[in-house]
């Protein structure tokens, strides 16, 4: 079983969990960063920021999460982001 | 025989048969250099090589010659696409297919079996006749079947009948197949290097030189080479190589996973896909049923295997076959699978003049190995684009042009 912690709730079996795709840097309400933002999402290798979903409590997370290794780096609410 | 067997034993001599070339020192530039030693690259040196007549050419893999998303695939060949634009360019894979084995004299095993795709509800049996419809407006064999049929298209299958998964009538594509994977590059990679291609196998892109907007050499783990077109061809992980480029792409990766029981007696002899269960089973040559479904929830660039995974294909399979619920399991493994927006893959032009792309080919791109090559050759001769691809351009991200292929599949992304 693949562990996730949710900042509310704890470390959760990672199937409680909804995977809403990276944090994005473009934003869609610049238009002229609309088509990046719509198409070319971010997929680095290595750490990324993305965002979570809690299904069961509805809590909404960032999660950093390497992309080659797998590892979760941190989980904390998008209102507390750590220094 | 048997005598022609003996004495070739017992002479002292052998001559050893090797189809794929050893691979020889880089030379100091090439006319063309394909990055990536997988079947759509070498299907793309077969072509340059025996029907362009370009030989000055070098395929270059980081791994060993048709070992990443080649050998990860599951091996389906279908044309049962939702846009006219997909069913035109992978109709013309399939007719490829039929003649392959008689055309490279080497055997790919390929089964023409058909593929049914169940539907579970009344929304995906009038998708199904969308699709039916289309298919048979391009011209291949494609129709909605009742149950009646699906029974004895699969006499063996769990009809769930009044249970959670009903079946309620299927997709049957008479055209649809398999083929044995390995033998289609290998096949591809003989006759290219008969004609002077050279595969240069453990040779890795570390970065482009370029001047303007194109490319003037290329850097490897081996050396520096000049190159004259570069066609990039990498399976997975194609936005990293572009990027050395200077080319973004619109791609995420994620893993996909397949399995394969040990080997049973035959009992299924087509393909078959459920829409809700998100699995898929074929039983090939050998007997072992071969497993697939949908790709992992969350980007990742890597090939692991998971449980969660495994236990959700199992369980799919079982649905659909309850009697395979003591049969083991013999492998596993996974591919990185680049994703586009569209579900379509990305061909043709890049920014770089003489940098053609291949690429974005997610879970799809088994079936378009002899068609992409035949056609990025042809583009890399003329240096123009063929009609066939020029629907799946790059620049459609820029002008919204997009080919929506989301559920083309059995297995949603």
């Known amino acids: 079983m693949k562990l996730l912690t949710c900042p509310v709730n704890g470390p959760r079996n990672i199937t409680e969990f909804q995977y809403l795709g990276p944090v994005r840097a473009a934003s869609a309400d610049q238009p002229e960063q609309l088509i990046e933002a719509l198409f070319y999402a971010e997929n680095p290798l290595g750490v990324m920021r993305e965002w979570w979903r809690h299904t069961p409590s509805n809590t909404v997370l960032i999660a950093e999460r390497h992309t080659v290794s797998d590892q979760i780096v941190a989980t904390y609410l998008p209102t507390r982001k750590p220094a | ?413």
Not at chain 2, 77 to 106: C, P
Not at chain 2, 271 to 296: C, F, K, M, P
Not at chain 2, 373 to 392: C, H, N, Q, S, Y
Request: with cysteine; aromatic share 8%; net charge positive.
């Open chain 2, 1 to 413: 025989m048997p005598f022609s067997l003996l004495k070739y034993g017992l002479r002292a001599r052998h001559v050893s048969f090797r189809d794929i070339p050893p691979t020889p020192d880089l030379k100091r530039s090439y006319d063309v250099v394909i990055i990536g030693g997988g079947g759509h690259g070498l299907a793309a040196a077969y072509y340059l090589s025996n029907v362009h007549g370009i030989r000055n050419v070098a395929v270059l893999e980081k791994g060993y010659l048709a070992g990443g998303n080649t050998a990860r695939n599951t091996t389906t060949i279908r044309s049962n696409y939702m846009t006219e634009e997909s069913v035109r360019f992978y109709k013309e894979g399939v007719e490829l297919f039929e003649t392959m084995s008689r055309d490279l004299g080497f055997n790919v095993m390929f089964s023409q079996r058909g593929q049914l795709t169940l539907a579970h509800s009344e929304a995906t049996l009038r998708s199904f006749h969308l699709r039916a419809e289309m298919g048979k407006h391009m011209g291949t064999r494609i129709e909605v079947v009742d149950v009646r049929t699906v029974k004895e298209l699969c006499p063996h299958l769990n009809l769930d009948l009044g249970g959670q998964h009903e079946v309620m009538g299927g997709l049957w594509h008479a055209d649809g197949g398999t083929a044995r994977h390995d033998a289609v590059a290998w096949g591809y990679a003989r006759h290219a290097g008969a004609r002077g291609v050279e595969i240069h196998q453990r040779t890795e892109v570390t970065g482009f030189e370029h001047a303007g907007d194109r490319v003037t050499h290329i850097r490897t783990n081996r050396g520096t080479i000049a190159v004259g077109q570069v066609l990039q061809a990498v399976g997975g992980l194609n936005g990293q190589v572009a990027a050395m480029a200077g080319i973004r792409l619109p791609i995420r990766c994620f893993p996909l996973q397949a399995m394969v029981t040990q080997p049973l007696k035959p009992f299924l002899d087509i393909l078959v896909s459920s829409a809700n269960l998100h699995t898929y089973l074929v039983q090939s040559s050998r007997g072992e049923v071969v497993i697939g479904g949908g790709s992992d929830p969350y980007q990742l660039a890597s090939t692991r295997s998971t449980l969660d995974q495994k236990e959700h294909l199992a369980e799919g399979a079982l649905h659909l076959f309850p009697f395979l619920h003591k049969v083991k399991l013999l492998r596993q493994w996974a591919g990185i699978t680049d994703m586009t927006p569209d579900y379509s893959p990305i061909m043709g032009a890049s920014p770089l003049r003489n940098y053609w792309l291949d690429c974005g080919w997610g879970t799809w791109g088994f079936k378009a190995t002899p068609v992409a090559g035949k056609r990025m050759a042809e583009t890399i001769a003329t240096g123009r684009v063929p009609d066939v691809l020029k629907p799946f351009d790059l620049r459609r991200f820029d002008s919204f042009a997009l080919l929506n292929e989301m559920g083309a599949t059995a297995a949603s992304h």
